[in-house]
T-cell receptor, first 106, second 119 residues
């Protein structure tokens, strides 16, 4: 079993849609969970992190962790073309999922 | 403050050659991690150096090696290049070692990467 599983997509949505990105992980010791965003030809940058279980909201972005099922999610509300990027989950120790490529069409 | 700097940005090498990539972390950061990113495999962890010691290692062959200097700058070397080594190589800098990630509130910052093409 891989440490982190993430659907690589690609995912294409119209502007304004709600986007749901998901990952599963295997190490139950993790307390901090991160989402990175990577634009084309750039290095990844930290988008959000959450601690333990629950939700964390930052503007149009919400990160959700369910430690009981080892499942983390990132929701993007009112998606914009500028959100078009690859989203990488990193539950814990910077071992990343495959990344989901998202395209938001105007 | 200055970000993570990787050099060179682009590199073209021939099969069988070797290559050295460089990463200068954010000032004060002691951890440098290296990743290989390809469309098919995503972002894969190569290894981490913390205070000049290799702390963690991913599942890559011995052709991939690295080192870290006393000023925290790190180099990654790939010997006997293969076509499959063509990828974006990224380094990440952090204050804490990856070993505590997930248990403490800390962050890693990435460089822009070195695009290696093996022909």
């Amino acid at each position: 079993q891989k440490e982190v599983e993430q659907d690589p997509g690609p995912l294409s949505v119209p502007e304004g849609a709600i986007v749901s990105l998901n990952c599963t992980y295997s190490n139950s010791a993790f307390q901090y969970f991160m989402w990175y965003r990577q634009y084309s030809r750039k290095g990844p940058e930290l988008l959000m992190y959450t601690y333990s279980s629950g939700n964390k909201e930052d503007g149009r972005f919400t990160a959700q962790v369910d430690k009981s099922s080892k499942y983390i999610s990132l929701f993007i509300r009112d998606s914009q073309p500028s959100d078009s990027a690859t989203y990488l989950c990193a539950p814990g120790d910077m071992r990343f999922g495959a990344g989901t490529r998202l395209t938001v069409k105007p | 403050k200055a970000g993570v700097t990787q050099t060179p940005r682009y590199l073209i090498k021939t099969r069988g050659q070797q290559v050295t990539l460089s990463c200068s972390p954010i000032s004060g950061h002691r951890s440098v991690s290296w990743y290989q990113q390809t469309p098919g495999q995503g972002l894969q962890f190569l290894f981490e150096y913390f205070s000049e010691t290799q702390r963690n290692k991913g599942n890559f062959p011995g052709r991939f090696s690295g080192r870290q200097f006393s000023n925290s700058r790190s180099e990654m070397n790939v010997s006997t290049l293969e076509l499959g080594d063509s990828a974006l190589y990224l380094c990440a800098s952090s204050f804490q070692s990856l070993g505590v990630f997930g248990t403490v509130n800390t962050e890693a910052f990435f460089g822009q990467g070195t695009r290696l093409t093996v022909v």
